[in-house]
């Protein structure tokens, strides 16, 4: 009796073009923590929807005196957005929701633009929340809350409106040379 074992061959995997070598994930350890050059815009806006909610409901915990709550609430917040800003939207849940359905529902088909504008926002946000997180801990809720609210506020008018303000910042960081101009920065790779 003859068997006749054969080693699975690798699919081949055809070279990638120029205007498609960055849009695919690199191989191996460093695909853990890769940022797309090109994202959802409107998944980028239905996660700042959930933003602004678990924002909200941090300040409304501390208005209410359930300090643990928000700290908490607050900490989720933070590292929702080091998640995002490390691999967009990867191993975030608020992404992976925004990917998967939510922006799908709310504005049907996805609109791409580039990433590195949003990766930057991304940015902004764990400025704000990592404020906010360590003004909580430090004992001062009220200067906590003021800085989740500018983060509302920033939030609201990427997921309601659609103006990226991080994206704005990125590009006008861009023209006065601070931002390398060769970083793709348009908002509106449709």
Do not use: H, Y
């Given at each position: 009796?003859?068997?006749?074992?054969?080693?699975?061959?690798?699919?081949?995997i055809?070279p990638?073009s120029?205007?498609?070598?960055?849009?695919?994930?690199p191989?191996?350890?460093?695909?853990?923590?890769?940022?797309?050059?090109?994202?959802?815009?409107?998944?980028?806006?239905?996660?700042?929807?959930?933003v602004?909610?678990?924002?909200?409901?941090?300040?409304?915990?501390?208005l209410?005196?359930?300090d643990?709550?928000?700290?908490?609430?607050?900490?989720?917040?933070?590292?929702?957005?080091?998640?995002?800003?490390?691999?967009?939207?990867r191993?975030?849940?608020?992404?992976?929701?925004?990917?998967?359905?939510?922006?799908?529902?709310?504005?049907?088909?996805?609109?791409?633009?580039?990433?590195?504008?949003?990766?930057?926002?991304?940015?902004?946000?764990?400025?704000?929340?990592?404020?906010?997180?360590?003004?909580?801990?430090?004992?001062?809720?009220?200067?906590?809350?003021?800085?989740?609210?500018?983060?509302?506020?920033?939030?609201?008018?990427?997921?309601?409106?659609?103006?990226?303000?991080?994206?704005?910042?990125?590009?006008?960081?861009?023209?006065?040379?601070?931002?390398?101009?060769?970083?793709?920065?348009?908002?509106?790779?449709?």
């Open positions: 009796m003859s068997s006749s074992f054969q080693v699975p061959q690798q699919p081949v055809p990638r120029a205007g498609e070598a960055d849009a695919r994930p191989r191996g350890p460093a695909t853990l923590w890769w940022f797309p050059p090109v994202v959802n815009d409107r998944a980028a806006r239905t996660t700042a929807m959930l602004v909610a678990l924002s909200v409901a941090t300040i409304v915990e501390s209410v005196g359930w643990a709550a928000a700290v908490v609430l607050n900490l989720l917040l933070f590292l929702g957005f080091v998640l995002r800003v490390l691999a967009g939207p191993f975030d849940p608020f992404g992976q929701v925004s990917v998967r359905w939510l922006a799908r529902v709310a504005f049907g088909e996805p609109v791409m633009t580039a990433g590195p504008p949003k990766r930057f926002a991304q940015g902004i946000g764990v400025v704000f929340s990592g404020v906010a997180l360590v003004l909580r801990l430090v004992g001062w809720p009220v200067a906590a809350d003021v800085v989740l609210l500018l983060l509302v506020v920033a939030a609201s008018l990427e997921g309601f409106a659609g103006f990226c303000l991080g994206c704005r910042m990125f590009g006008w960081l861009q023209n006065r040379g601070v931002i390398s101009p060769d970083i793709a920065s348009d908002c509106a790779v449709r």
